[in-house]
């Protein structure tokens, strides 16, 4: 028998590949349903396409891959589903910014081909993320990959907003909201940031009362404080908040 000289270190860039892709084209984790076996499934938290996976994604996967792969050892029909997320107005920025640094400005090229410049970097972004899955070797099913524009998840989103607005759960009013100057729409608090927004002698603020975000109106709030003649609103002031 011929001897088989082995390295003396480990190099797992020599293995991982071949094994994963080896896993992979023999539909390992291809689930089949089995009568009489309960089915295990996981939704990978789809990852936005603003930008590539980081070690805190790194460590969710694993926890998540930890699970799955204990479930097919017990012999459960095993899912685990990957995909990632369009994140809408938070993937417009940073194409706005990678435009800003190249010279140009969104308004100037036009809609059609800025959607197309945005769609670019969107895809470019799915395949980094994509290998970066595979190279942590994450056992998902990549038959079943899914991106949140696909038109099975679009229409599932509309068919929910319509029940919703069907039973009176969604409805027009007049509310205090978070407004982008720059994107020309309304933000989130969680896509607002924390930063609070001036205009004039009104200034929003941000109250948090047992973590629930409450929206207060501060008027005159900042002029008074420099004001040369003093206090310009003088007994009017009381019970105003200070600055800050």
């Not at 409805?171 to 608090?189: M, R």
Request: with cysteine; proline share 5%; hydrophobic share 35%.
């Amino acid at each position: 028998m011929k001897a088989i000289e082995l390295a003396k270190a480990y190099d797992p860039a020599s293995f991982e590949d071949s094994i994963y892709a080896m896993w992979k084209n023999e539909g390992h984790f291809m689930p089949k349903a089995e009568k009489g076996k309960k089915p295990f499934t996981v939704v990978i938290p789809p990852p936005n396409v603003t930008g590539v996976l980081h070690m805190g994604h790194a460590l969710n996967n694993n926890l998540q891959d930890i699970q799955v792969r204990y479930r097919r050892m017990k012999g459960n029909p095993t899912l685990w589903v990957p995909g990632t997320d369009h994140a809408g107005i938070a993937t417009q920025n940073v194409v706005e910014k990678k435009l800003r640094k190249e010279g140009r400005d969104r308004r100037e090229m036009g809609r059609e081909a800025f959607v197309e410049e945005t769609w670019k970097v969107a895809k470019e972004h799915r395949a980094f993320i994509d290998n970066q899955l595979a190279k942590i070797g994450a056992s998902v099913d990549w038959s079943r990959e899914r991106f949140t524009l696909d038109e099975g998840l679009s229409k599932a989103v509309r068919e929910v907003f319509v029940t919703l607005y069907e039973r009176n759960l969604v409805y027009k009013g007049e509310y205090l909201v978070n407004w982008c100057t720059s994107c020309g729409t309304a933000l989130s608090d969680d896509e607002r940031g924390g930063a609070r927004g001036r205009g004039g002698l009104h200034v929003a603020h941000l109250v948090r009362i047992r973590r629930r975000p409450l929206p207060r109106l501060s008027i005159g709030k900042d002029r008074d404080r420099n004001h040369p003649a003093g206090n310009p609103l003088g007994r009017h002031s009381r019970g105003l908040p200070s600055g800050g």
